[in-house]
């Protein structure tokens, strides 16, 4: 059973650089197929995908986000992190790690969540 924990800073100051990592367990981040994304909820909205780091580690990332955006790994520590670089309070948010067995911005589609970090941008 691959299981998924979120850790990082729960307070960001604005212009800052947010950047929670993922550390995977029962599964590795390399298994030919599996997509491995950054996904948040702000409070009161609903689920943003933000981008996605594939087992080849080949990244896609949200439009709306590219610019700030960045999703890189650590096969040696089996774990894959995600820069938003330039942050407002708007960047507010639960951030989820999700992963599914396929490239997907469709977030009903992951299989497997961690349980999410509080992240809040403020001064």
């Known amino acids: 059973q691959v299981q998924l924990q979120e850790s990082g800073p729960g307070l960001v100051k604005p212009s800052q650089t947010l950047s929670p990592t993922c550390t995977v367990s029962?599964?590795?981040?390399?298994?030919?197929?599996?997509?491995w994304s950054w996904i948040r909820q702000p409070p009161g909205k609903g689920l943003e995908w933000m981008g996605v780091?594939?087992?080849?580690?080949?990244?896609y990332y949200n439009p709306s986000l590219k610019s700030r955006t960045s999703i890189s790994r650590d096969t040696s520590k089996n774990q894959f992190s995600l820069q938003l670089m330039s942050v407002t309070p708007k960047d507010t948010a639960n951030y989820y790690c999700a992963a599914t067995s396929q490239v997907t911005i469709t977030t009903g589609l992951y299989d497997y969540w961690g349980q999410g970090t509080q992240v809040t941008v403020s001064s």
């Open positions: 780091i594939a087992y080849d580690g080949s990244t």
């Open positions: 029962g599964g590795s981040i390399t298994t030919t197929y599996y997509a």
